[in-house]
C-alpha cells in the first residue's frame, strides 16, 4: 500500500523561483490537507479541500495556491518562494466520513528550503 | 477548538508501559481525542482516537475520564522503536475540514 506519496522529498530554491509540490493517495479519500511544519512546532494548515475541485484556505495560506483537479493528488503551488517558506510539508488525507471519526494520514513530507 | 496540555518529556525502560497524559479540559461534546507520533522528521503516525469510550488496537491504548477532561496514552510494553514526539489532538469535523491541531507534544524516550 503507498497511501500518501509526496514528491519531491527535497528541494532547494532560490528566492523568486516558483515551483509545486505533489501529494498523491491511493485510498479515495476525499479530504486532503497541506501542513507546514518549522523547526520546533507543530503543523500548521495550508490549504485543504473537501472533494475534487473544491479547495479552501486554512491557518496559514498567503504565499500558497492549491488545485485539485482529480480526487487522488492535490498540489501545493508556490509562486515566488521567500525564505520564510523554508519548512517541511507535510501533506494528508481522511475518507471525510463519520463525523471526524476517521483519521488522517500523512505522507513521509518534503524538505525545501529557500535560499 | 479545544486545547490538549501535554507535559513536554518523559522517561519510560523499555519493556515497561509507557502512560502519556493528556488535559483537554474545554473539549466539547462533538470532538475527538485523537493520538498522533512523530519519530524524527517523519510524517505523524496515527495512533489512536475516542469520544467517549476507552479504546485499544494493536498499537495502543486509550483512557477517557468520564467528564472527558483527560485522557491517557498507554504504550503496553515500549519498545526503543518507541521514542518520539506525542501529539494529544482533539478535534472538531466540521472546522476547517476537521484540521488537526498539532501542540509541543511530549517528547517520550525510551531507555534500554
Known amino acids: 500500500n503507498a497511501g500518501v506519496t509526496q514528491t519531491p522529498k527535497f528541494r532547494v530554491l532560490k528566492t523568486g523561483q516558483s515551483m509545486t509540490l505533489l501529494c498523491a493517495q491511493d485510498?479515495?479519500?476525499?479530504?486532503m490537507y497541506w501542513y507546514r511544519q518549522d523547526p520546533g512546532m507543530g503543523l500548521r494548515l495550508i490549504h485543504y479541500s473537501v472533494g475534487e475541485g473544491t479547495t479552501a484556505k486554512g491557518e496559514v495560506p498567503d504565499g500558497y495556491n492549491v488545485s485539485r483537479l482529480k480526487k487522488q493528488n492535490f498540489l501545493l503551488g508556490l509562486e515566488s518562494a521567500a525564505p520564510s517558506q523554508t519548512s517541511v510539508y507535510f501533506c494528508?488525507?481522511?475518507?471525510?466520513?463519520?463525523?471526524?471519526?476517521?483519521?488522517?494520514?500523512f505522507g513521509d513530507g518534503t524538505r525545501l528550503s529557500i535560499l | 477548538d479545544a486545547k490538549t496540555t501535554q507535559p513536554p518529556s518523559m522517561d519510560c525502560a523499555e519493556g515497561r508501559a509507557a502512560n502519556l497524559p493528556c488535559n483537554h479540559s474545554?473539549?466539547?461534546?462533538?470532538?475527538?481525542v485523537y493520538w498522533y507520533r512523530q519519530i524524527h522528521s517523519q510524517g505523524p503516525q496515527y495512533i489512536i482516537h475516542?469520544?467517549?469510550n476507552n479504546e485499544t488496537n494493536e498499537m495502543a491504548s486509550l483512557i477517557i475520564t468520564e467528564d472527558r477532561k483527560s485522557s491517557t496514552l498507554i504504550l503496553p510494553h515500549a519498545t526503543l522503536r518507541d521514542t518520539a514526539v506525542y501529539y494529544c489532538i482533539v478535534r472538531l469535523f466540521y472546522n476547517q475540514g476537521g484540521k488537526l491541531i498539532f501542540g509541543q507534544g511530549t517528547e517520550l524516550s525510551v531507555k534500554p
Open positions: 485510498m479515495n479519500h476525499e479530504y
Open positions: 494528508a488525507s481522511t475518507s471525510g466520513t463519520g463525523g471526524g471519526n476517521q483519521p488522517q494520514h
Open positions: 475516542g469520544l467517549k
Open positions: 474545554t473539549i466539547s461534546g462533538n470532538e475527538y
